[in-house]
C-alpha cells in the first residue's frame, strides 16, 4: 500500500515562502499523477495543483503564480514551493496519489502552514 509522508509546514509572515515535501513510500516514478489540495478550518479539501507522469503541472486560479509543483525523481519528492504567501492561504496541506492503492486515493498526513500578518 503506498503511503505518503509529508513536512514542511510551518508558521511565516506574510510576503514569505515555504516549500513543503510528500515522499511516497514506492518510486515517485511509479506514480502517474500527483496533487496537493488544501483545506480550510470547517471547510473541504480543495485541489490547488497537480502533476502528471509528463510533468505537465495545472493550478488553480487561487494560486497559480505563486505556487509552483514540482517532482524530484532522484530524491523521490513531491513539492510544494509556496511564495508571497499572504494569511488567507493559512490552511492544512495535502498531498495525494489518486487511486494507487487498487483504486483508492492515498493521502499525505497533511501539513499545517500559518501565514502571519
Known amino acids: 500500500q503506498v503511503q505518503l509522508v509529508e513536512s514542511g509546514g510551518g508558521l511565516v509572515q506574510a510576503g514569505g515562502s515555504l516549500r513543503l515535501s510528500c515522499v511516497p513510500s514506492?518510486?515517485?516514478?511509479?506514480?502517474?499523477?500527483m496533487q496537493w489540495y488544501r483545506q480550510f478550518p470547517g471547510k473541504q479539501r480543495d485541489l490547488i495543483a497537480t502533476?502528471?507522469?509528463?510533468?505537465?503541472?495545472t493550478y488553480a486560479d487561487s494560486v497559480r503564480g505563486r505556487f509552483t509543483i514540482s517532482r524530484d525523481i532522484a530524491k523521490n519528492t513531491l513539492y510544494l514551493q509556496m511564495i508571497a504567501l499572504k494569511p488567507e492561504n493559512t490552511a492544512v496541506y495535502y498531498c495525494?496519489?489518486?487511486?494507487?492503492?487498487?483504486?483508492?486515493?492515498?493521502w499525505g498526513q497533511g501539513t499545517q502552514v500559518t501565514v502571519s500578518s
Open positions: 502533476i502528471d507522469s509528463r510533468g505537465t503541472r
Open positions: 514506492v518510486s515517485i516514478f511509479s506514480v502517474s499523477t
Open positions: 495525494k496519489a489518486p487511486l494507487v492503492n487498487r483504486g483508492v486515493d492515498a
